[in-house]
């Protein structure tokens, strides 16, 4: 009820507005942001065959490490007693999945994952958060789950509903959905024990993102005093003894300028256990206000506003395709140092340079 109060993708050509193509410094290699499981590195290929038949044994060998590496990436992060699964690619497709909140944030392509997620939370229309919405409902018809619930902010309703209907029309299937404009200051039970509410973010168009609280009894003040028999002869005689706390447990901003730390209104989103947001770009190829004119958040904004991050983890999404694994490294590392929050990133889809 609403109440008041991953596989590597083919490379793709940027676009030359969203993403200037520059000449990236590469950094040394390191380990992986995203697990402590360390591979062991390809060995020495020993054979006594032409120099030409190594070379093929030793790009077979590379392979398979490249594969294996790929497959410990998958496993995505565990923090906080959340799984963090997705892919979030600046201008290709943003996908964030929650498990245990049977929750998705956005659905740029639908990854199959996010097809099993109750909860969908729309942050802005572009194509790369939004695109996979009627394939999202559909496929959840067709393995016969329940209608998801849809959160999109109330600016473009409207227009997911036409989006909908022009889908129900080609496809000429149904397309069952609980769909919800939620606003900032509003508050929507998703169960006994979990409520979201919108956060105000700073894109180039409408936006929002989304903190998910759990809701807590805490003993009322006047009856702290009391011995656990006189508490319980209060509960039996139908007495309210507690009150209800929400507690932030996972933010996601989805796309916005790093205007986002210094609004008042993000407070429970910067203290939330886990924020998952934005860093597209990390170094000064793209400076900050190239960042700032396309409604994103630069790597060294983050380092500025450090004070303000009162999270234990913090999640960086949405790199630019630009970078590769080893370069998204760097940039935590380089975070890491100013944030008291465990700094990772999710790095699902991204090359590395090796």
Known sequence: MQISVATVIPKVPSFSTFYPQHNVQKPSHGLSVQTHINLPAPCGVKSSSTGFLSAIERAIEEEEYRKARAEVNRQGINIEGYSIEGHSIGGHETCVIVPQLKAAFDIGRCPSKAVHQNFLFITHAHLDHIGGLPMYIATRGLYGLKPPTVFVPPSIKEDVEKLLDVHRSMSQVDLNLDLIALDVGETYEMRNDLVVRPVRTHHV?????????????????????????????????????????????????????????????????????????????????????HAREH????????????????????????????????????????????????????TEGFKSMH
């Open 295 to 346: 409604g994103h958040t630069h790597l060294y904004e983050i380092m500025e506003h450090a004070q303000w991050i009162r999270n234990k983890t913090l999640v960086l999404t949405h790199f630019s395709p630009r970078y590769n694994i080893e370069d998204i490294r760097q940039g935590v590392s380089k975070l890491q140092p100013q944030v008291s929050a465990k700094v990772v990133a999710l």
């Open 205 to 289: 168009i409408p936006s929002q993102g989304y903190v998910i609280y759990s809701v807590r009894k805490k003993l009322k003040k006047q009856y702290i005093h009391l011995q656990g028999k006189q508490i319980e002869k209060l509960k039996k005689s139908g007495v309210q003894i507690t009150d209800s706390v929400l507690c932030p447990e996972v933010a996601f901003t989805g796309d916005t300028t790093s205007d986002f730390y210094l609004d008042p209104r993000s407070a429970d989103a910067l203290r939330a256990k886990v924020l998952i947001t934005e860093a597209t770009f990390l170094d000064d190829n793209c400076g900050v206000e």
